[in-house]
């Protein structure tokens, strides 16, 4: 038995996607079947439909979305018909040697994310993280989603799976920024505002925001900035302006354009031994990151982060209990709301730079 | 009142060291003065000498050794004439900020490492990491010292402060390896075998130790190594050989050589998500690191390691016990005992690769 419900495909790289029927399954063992009431629209959906990004196509992108579920499968026992959940993009059951030592990213059921729950024209669709947030409706496993509260508007739930969840985790879960902290964060889109935030609500002390669009300053500030500084602006090379308005390096830096020369740029300035650099934003694949030898001489680390490596047992609950209590920003993110059969205006707005996170109402 | 004492000069690039006489002025506030009985010889000592990594000469090189405290200054509380003393090459004073938060290398003593006790020829002379084990008394901290049994050989001892703190310390402190863990280590000299030991002490179940000379394997499984590939032998690219014998990628691996492309190969071997490679070995610091842009999209980290982060209040006491309830491999390090005056040999035989340490025994 499968329903029949409208999706957005990329079909086709560069090329805008179509709104069709498609045909979806019943939910399985443990699946549940989600009205998507809300999906945000994420630069890496663009990267892929721009073929920045490698991914096989057509597709059901969208990975971060909220919705109510509406059916369940044998054997689900976290969620019931009617619950609103939050769609993530790990999936953690829990139980698993990697979920029991805390690394998300190895649980078991990691190869369930690949399902592909959708058929169109008689072939099988592949998703983006198994959540398909670009359909109307989705089928995903129970340990994917995670319950949250009927007073939360979808809009602002839809954008924490990728967006919040990849730069608050960043700061939290692969960072681990301490109170007291002096964070560098380049390039103020969804992501480097969600570090901002995360980096504030960690006690970081001093958070340089960088952006060369000025108009970034006053949104920065919003999410607890310290500092703003526009590279355009500056009379001495950024290193040297940082070191003296800071007085030495950072303890933290979050890279979140997704280029390889300010990856580079991030690196040199935190600390030479016990200095952090996450690179957060995904460079083109095709790149290379070049860094001098001495990089790790005294000690510094670069890592990457997947989603924030965030558990939708404990993060995204976290998130959700910080926004009903006023320390996390949500509402603030999404500038703009479109019907999903206005889904590429939404990423024209992406394009443009207009959009801290446009979302797709249902 | 100075102290008139024997050195090892390294006075030019690329020339032998020189025996001289130094003056060494005596222990100030919280300091003491060492008499050396056993210092390590290590790659860096070499490689400063080579031109290869910057440091300016002349100076009083040699940066593990091991000795008998002779005289205290003012204020020293944590030793006592007579003690017999490990060198460390960081400094910890334990009630500073950064060593209250775990981060030895920001202990606010660090600036007294460059401290100069040594003149030459009545100008001051530089010492590495203010040991100067090349000399046979020095002036050093009450802090950068550890009191050991005196049934410990000072050979054995000698060689705890950089050859084994740096291998130990970057699996113990940096990477945190865990039971069960698969770890690999390029590059079998003192450091790597170091790492393979202290990753077999830290249960991991399967040690791949590389090295291109065939020699190597027997100590590499003494040390505890499961598997030892030498890449020449191997038919197909390492990356294929490993994944196919080890059924997937590396927990954790270890670059020990200092070679900037088996770095590059070292990251390609661990775990996208969750996989960490430290950078042990110091490559020329005029080279880059060339790594894909996709190192770090899902997760991976690439870490330094400033002297594997060791602690002297507590990993070298760590190392001492376990050396001496036989868990902890010393003594078969030291594969050679020179005399000072015959110290340049002892860089003879690093450079050949026959010794994993050769030890100068005053």
Redesign the interface.
């Known amino acids: 038995m499968s329903l029949i419900t409208k999706a957005a495909i990329a079909r086709d790289h560069n090329a805008p996607l179509i709104i069709e029927d498609v045909a979806l399954r019943a939910p399985g063992r443990r699946e549940v079947l989600v009205e998507m009431k809300a999906s945000g629209l994420c630069h890496t959906d663009l990267s892929i439909v721009q073929g920045n990004f490698p991914f096989p196509l057509p597709a059901i992108l969208g990975h971060e979305g909220a919705g109510i579920v509406r059916a369940c499968g044998p054997d689900v026992t976290r969620v019931k018909e009617g619950d609103h959940v939050i769609l993530n993009n790990l999936i953690h059951c829990g139980e698993c040697e990697?979920c029991r030592?805390g690394?998300v990213?190895?649980c078991v059921l990691r190869s369930e994310l690949d399902a592909m729950p959708f058929h169109w024209n008689g072939e099988p669709l592949r998703t983006l993280s198994g959540i398909a947030s670009f359909a109307r409706h989705t089928v995903i496993r129970q340990e994917q989603v995670t319950v949250i509260p009927q007073s939360i508007p979808f809009a602002s739930a839809a954008v924490v799976p990728c967006g919040v969840m990849t730069g608050a985790g960043a700061v939290w879960n692969?960072a681990k920024v301490?109170p007291g902290s002096t964070v560098v964060v380049f390039g103020l889109g969804s992501i480097g505002l969600n570090v901002v935030q995360a980096a504030a609500i960690s006690g970081a002390s001093r958070i340089v925001a960088i952006d060369i669009n000025p108009g970034k300053e006053q949104v920065a500030r919003l999410f607890g900035a310290t500092h703003f500084v526009n590279p355009r602006d500056l009379a001495l090379p950024l290193k040297e302006h940082l070191t003296a308005s800071l007085g030495g390096l950072a303890d933290y830096a979050f890279e979140c354009v997704g280029n390889?020369d300010l990856l580079a740029q991030a690196v040199d300035l935190v600390d030479p031994?016990?200095g952090v650099c996450l690179?957060v934003g995904?460079?083109?694949?095709?790149?290379?990151?070049?860094?001098?030898?001495?990089?790790?001489?005294?000690?510094?680390?670069?890592?990457?982060?997947?989603i924030g490596?965030g558990n939708p047992l404990e993060d995204t609950p976290r998130i959700v209990s910080d926004y009903q209590n006023g320390a996390f920003k949500l509402n603030e993110l999404v500038t703009h709301t479109l019907p999903l059969d206005r889904i590429n205006e939404g990423f024209d707005l992406m394009k443009t730079g207009q959009s801290i996170r446009a979302v797709i109402l249902y």
Chains 1, 2 share one sequence.
Do not use: C, M
């Open positions: 990697p030592k690394k990213t190895g692969d301490e390889v031994f016990s690179a995904v460079p083109p694949q095709n790149q290379s990151i070049t860094l001098p030898a001495s990089t790790f001489y005294l000690g510094r680390t670069v890592r990457g982060t997947h490596d």
